[in-house]
């Protein structure tokens, strides 16, 4: 039923931001005993008070679709605690699952202090997100599929593209430069793959794929022309928008309005869906972290990457579990996708490279962990390409008006968005003849410890500009 190379010819990963599985998926099959989501009856205590159950809102207004607000906790400390309760000291044993409201209300980042216990607790129906939700349903839910790492953004999708964070467990402080060989790096052909992407490319942090800047392109101009003249390659690798500036963010990070996140995953579906090339596709819709929102699978231990690590944590645990859809003609409608048979471990974003290599012939692991992770062969269980899926989804007209975009360019940046504020310092500048000297030149200054200016930009209206500019620069003709 696999094959991998005989089946698919484009790998197309979509990774979208920071939301469990049980906050997005958890209500899929609530009458499934083979499905692992939520039964409605989940609780986590709250510190001297009753405990707070799981619930949901029922609407699709602004305020209900932007659940949980304020942004939850989600360096690794705050992990710690949502696992394994108020202490948050991991041990040996099974993480408790017991911490994530005590956690939340404990959150000062936010000037309001408004930090609702029942916010964490909250899940999506599928009524409220049927494009996510069709898909699940009509292709492949993978309901055991975990972070690489309770970590940060950065350190997982890092594990996504290199099969390691190379120790780092948060986004900050960061250590420019990143100099970890990528998935990307293992095509010979480096026109195998592209990155499209919507303001600033998280991927541009790795200084591995600083010369295939003709490999970046604009998600909105340019993906679904791609698409439709079958161009797309081996492996394409979407960024979503992770800053509001003329349109509100669609990457899904809370308080972010999920609906922009469904818009974006139906234009990704329905570009893909009616390409020439859709017979020979495989979409991969996953979630790089949980964000702090609840969930009641415990993580299971993990196989260290290597031996790499500056900080105390081992990366011996897998983060918590988040959504992941397989879609492909090759997937039988209603598939449950669990751990195969005869692995020892669940899927994790090393998944994704597993598979990669296993597909393109990319040669031996990059790491421990991509060595022992599943790939997703076994989810294409149909022998010809037979499950077309809908011609196209159709997400909920949700209506977001122009204060609340005024109000999201005004809003202090969240930790992700700080982040990647600096990245775009750390961009190289090119003043010379050729780029790959200007690049060159600009790891050693950073390998010495000569950093960059960073602005003090603390709202996106003031950062985006800056960010802009510098991926122009940076980006050339890419970005027009």
């Known amino acids: 039923m696999g094959n991998l190379g005989g089946k698919i010819e484009h790998v197309v990963v979509l990774m979208m931001e920071n939301r469990s599985f049980d906050s997005i998926l958890g209500q899929l099959y609530p009458e499934n005993p083979e499905f692992d989501g939520l039964t409605g009856n989940e609780t986590n205590p709250n ?68 930090y609702s216990p029942e916010s964490i607790m909250h899940y999506y129906t599928p009524e409220q997100l049927p494009v996510i939700s069709t898909l699940a349903k009509q292709f492949a839910v993978c309901d055991n599929w975990f972070a690489s790492a309770p970590c940060q953004t950065w350190p997982n999708r890092f594990f996504l593209h290199c099969a390691t964070a190379e120790g780092y467990e948060n986004n900050s402080p960061a250590r420019f430069p990143y100099l970890m060989e990528t998935v990307f790096n293992r095509f010979s052909n480096p026109d195998a793959w592209k990155i499209y992407f919507h303001d600033f490319p998280q991927t541009l942090t790795l200084s591995r794929l600083w010369p295939h800047i003709d490999r970046f392109r604009l998600f909105e101009t340019e993906f679904a022309k791609d698409a439709a003249a079958g161009k797309l390659p081996s492996y394409t690798f979407i960024e979503p928008r992770y800053f509001p500036d003329v349109k509100l963010p669609n990457d899904q990070h809370p ?85 195969p048979v005869g692995s020892s471990f669940p899927f994790d974003h090393t998944s994704v490279i597993a598979t990669l290599r296993k597909c393109f012939a990319l040669g031996a692991p990059i790491s421990h962990r991509d060595a022992v992770a599943p790939d997703l062969e076994c989810v294409l269980n149909l022998d010809t390409p037979s499950n077309l899926g809908p011609d196209k989804v159709v997400p909920l007209p949700y209506a977001v008006s122009p204060d609340e975009l005024v109000k999201a360019l005004n809003a202090p940046l969240n930790d992700f968005q700080k982040a990647m504020h600096e990245a775009a310092a750390h961009l190289p500048i090119r003043g010379g003849i050729n780029i790959l000297d200007d690049i060159e030149n600009h790891v050693e200054n950073l390998v010495k410890g000569i950093m960059p200016e960073v602005p003090d930009h603390r709202t996106a209206v003031a950062a985006m500009p800056f960010i802009s500019e510098k991926v122009r620069t940076f980006l050339g003709n890419v970005v027009k």
Request: glycine share 10%; charged share 20%.
């Open 255 to 339: 308080p972010h309005h999920v609906g922009m996140g469904e818009d974006l995953i139906a234009e990704v579906y329905n570009a893909l869906r009616s390409a020439p090339t859709w017979e020979k596709t495989l979409l991969v819709i996953v979630y790089d972290e949980h964000g702090g929102n609840y969930d009641h699978v415990p993580p299971p231990k993990a196989v260290p990457p290597d031996n790499s690590h500056s900080q105390p944590f081992g990366f011996d645990r897998y983060g918590v579990r988040v959504p992941a859809v397989l879609v492909s003609p090759y997937i039988k409608a209603g598939t449950i996708l669990k751990t």
């Open 47 to 114: 510190h001297g008070k009753d405990d707070v159950k799981v619930w949901n809102s029922g609407n699709i207004d602004q305020k209900s679709m932007s659940i949980p607000d304020p942004d939850p906790g989600e360096l690794w400390n705050d992990i710690n605690m949502q696992l394994f309760g108020l202490d948050g000291k991991p041990g040996s044993e099974t993480p408790a699952m017991n911490g994530f409201v005590n956690n939340y209300v404990r959150q000062t980042a936010d000037a309001s202090g408004n």
